[in-house]
Every structure is written in structure tokens, then in C-alpha cells.
């Protein structure tokens, strides 16, 4: 079965962060991404979102047009920053790798969601 593992944090926070903390972080991460791929437990590497300063968002607009701003939808603290795809036995299996995941620190949070089965 299939997890979508979404990763959140707080921009500001890793924006501020010093280089040689964020170093030590992706080669943590690169580290997980070793120890779960071989193991079976990664069906997608997923993405790395861009800051949300590069996003737009599309609205319904007036007269069945659209409507596009810049940012995001929401004006939050704690934004997604990316996703991996789990392969797992259930969603407790899916909770043990997520649990494992080394960006949870300071106000980080990892969803994990079951995905459909559209097959």
C-alpha cells in the first residue's frame, strides 16, 4: 500500500538557518533516503518544493474566469516543503518510517495519507 509522507515546517525557520546546519541536514536526509530505499520503503523520492514566494495560486474569478495572486493559498506559519512516497504494509508501518524521517526538529511535522488505489 501507498503513503504519501508530506513534509512541513516553518519557512522562516529554515530560511534562517546557518549553511553549515542545513548541510549536515541533507546529508542526514540523504542518509535516510540510504537506509529506507533498500529496504523497500520508497516507492517515490517525491519533491522538493521551492520557497513559497515562488508560488501562484488560482481562484475562480468573476464571470466563470480565473483569478491568479502570488503565494499561496493560506498565509501560514508551517508550509509544505515536499513529499515522499511510502510503500508500506499499513499505516502503522507507513508511521514507523515516517517516524525515522530527520527533518523533524524544531516545529516540523511529517502527515502521512494513505494514496488511492486507482489500479
Known amino acids: 500500500m501507498k503513503f504519501a509522507m508530506l513534509l512541513s515546517g516553518n519557512e522562516a525557520e529554515f530560511n534562517q538557518a546557518p549553511r553549515e546546519e542545513l548541510d549536515a541536514r541533507l ?5 535516510w533516503f540510504e537506509k529506507w530505499g533498500p529496504a523497500g520503503k520508497i ?3 517525491g519533491i522538493h518544493l521551492q520557497p513559497t514566494s515562488t508560488a501562484k495560486t488560482v481562484r475562480p474569478g468573476p464571470d466563470g474566469g480565473t483569478v491568479v495572486t502570488d503565494g499561496p493559498y493560506l498565509e501560514l ?3 509544505i516543503g515536499g513529499f515522499v512516497v511510502l510503500e508500506a504494509e499499513d499505516i ?3 508511521l514507523s518510517v515516517a517516524r525515522t524521517w530527520p527533518g523533524l526538529r524544531g516545529s516540523a511535522s511529517v502527515e502521512v495519507r494513505p494514496l488511492f488505489d486507482h489500479s
Not at 27 to 31: G, N, Q, R, T, W
Open 43 to 45: 516507492a517515490d523520492p
Open 92 to 94: 502503522e508501518d507507513a
Open 77 to 79: 506559519k508551517e508550509v
Open 27 to 31: 546529508k542526514e536526509i540523504f542518509a
